[in-house]
């Protein structure tokens, strides 16, 4: 299985909700991160977690809140967004906790914020 | 920030003809991949080629890197309509940083 699913496909929300973003992968993979894509630009790394701890957070303000349960699973909460939140959010396994190995996306999950 | 730049930042080809995009960057890399993704849905890897690497095929893909020009080169061969697409570099040193992209167009 070579897969990373992402969760929902769409979400529309206003600046007052509370959202949350879901990934998951199968390979055993021990890094995964969030990027986010702006239509036209190339995707932005926003954070890294290696072997479950954050290890990178690229100074994404704080109304976006990362969660890594386990080792397959990742979550992306979202509180009192902007507008100019609404994006392409990715997210990509990889397998070692290093930056030199192949990373793998999910489908990505299209936010709109009203 | 953005460490890679690509160019051409569109190209447009007929199908059947050899597409060449290229990536420069500035800083020292690990290794430099290219991904391909089909009109805002998720990434596809496509090819790695790592720092002591200077040439690398993968069926009609062929990745060439030149670290003392700090630029490397994805060469598409007989394309196909399927084939158009955005195509990314990606160097990694600390964390992974993506070029600017190249919108690929083939025409039937």
């Known amino acids: 299985d070579t897969e990373v699913t992402q969760t929902p496909k769409h979400l529309v929300m206003g600046m007052t909700n509370k959202k949350s973003l879901k990934c998951e992968q199968h390979?055993?993979?021990?890094?995964m991160y969030w990027y986010k894509q702006k239509a036209k630009k190339p995707p932005e790394l926003m954070f890294v977690?290696?072997?479950?701890?954050?290890?990178i957070n690229e100074s994404v303000p704080s109304r976006f809140s990362p969660e890594c349960p386990n080792s397959s699973l990742l979550n992306l909460h979202l509180h009192a967004l902007q507008p100019e939140d609404s994006a392409l959010y990715l997210c990509?396994?990889?397998?070692?906790?290093?930056?030199?190995?192949?990373?793998?996306f999910g489908p990505g999950t299209r936010l709109t914020v009203l | 920030s953005q460490q890679g730049e690509e160019d051409p930042q569109a190209l447009s080809i007929q199908e059947g003809e050899n597409a060449t995009m290229n990536c420069s960057y500035k800083?020292?890399?690990?290794?430099l991949q290219w991904y391909r993704q089909n009109s805002g849905r998720g990434l596809v890897h496509l090819i790695l080629?790592?720092?002591?690497?200077r040439e690398k095929h993968s069926g009609r893909l062929r990745v060439t890197l030149d670290t003392s020009k700090k630029s490397s080169s994805l060469l598409i061969t007989a394309s196909r309509a399927a084939d158009t697409a955005s195509y990314f570099c990606?160097?990694?040193?600390?964390?992974?940083?993506f070029g600017p992209g190249t919108s690929l167009s083939v025409i039937p």
């Open positions: 990509a396994s990889s397998q070692g906790g290093g930056s030199r190995d192949t990373q793998y």
């Open positions: 800083t020292s890399i690990n290794n």
């Open positions: 990606a160097t990694t040193y600390d964390k992974v940083i």
């Open positions: 977690y290696s072997y479950e701890k954050l290890s």
């Open positions: 390979m055993g993979h021990r890094a």
């Open positions: 080629i790592r720092s002591n690497e």
